[in-house]
């Protein structure tokens, strides 16, 4: 029987999935219909990034998000990957995207899997969560 294990997407892998022009849409589309759970963090981002980037109305955003999170279920960040996310800030673990901290804190307190298109949070996650970054097998 093949379980598929308790995940959540990156905002980057979000964004992806819902934008048919994004150049990885067909790559996240799968990874984010198979997420089970939804990071607070990365809705927010993934709520800005639609608005600001992509100049989509805010009703169409709403529209988009409350249809992905309808089936998965939310994780919100704790004050406990707060603090271990700002814990990290001094040593150097990230490069200033304390978003990406904040993202990885969540998901391993809720032992979540993260897929991600971004080298550097699969990085960050090294050792604290299990992260599967998304490849295009054709550039592989």
Do not use: K
Request: with cysteine; charged share 20%.
């Amino acid at each position: 029987m093949n379980v598929t294990p308790p995940t959540a997407v990156d905002t980057n892998v979000l964004i992806a999935a819902l934008v048919l022009e994004h150049d990885h849409h067909d790559l996240a589309i799968e990874a984010a219909a198979d997420a089970t759970h939804v990071l607070g963090q990365v809705t927010v981002e993934a709520w800005s990034v639609l608005r600001r980037h992509f100049r989509l109305p805010a009703d169409l955003v709403a529209t988009m998000l409350d249809d992905y999170r309808a089936s998965r279920l939310m994780i919100a960040p704790s004050v406990g990957a707060y603090d271990r996310t700002l814990q990290w800030a001094p040593d150097g673990r990230f490069a200033g995207n304390i978003h990406d901290a904040v993202i990885v804190q969540t998901a391993a307190e809720a032992e979540l899997r993260i897929v991600t298109l971004d080298v550097g949070l699969q990085r960050l996650a090294s050792g604290v969560v299990s992260c599967e970054l998304l490849t295009d097998s054709a550039s592989t």
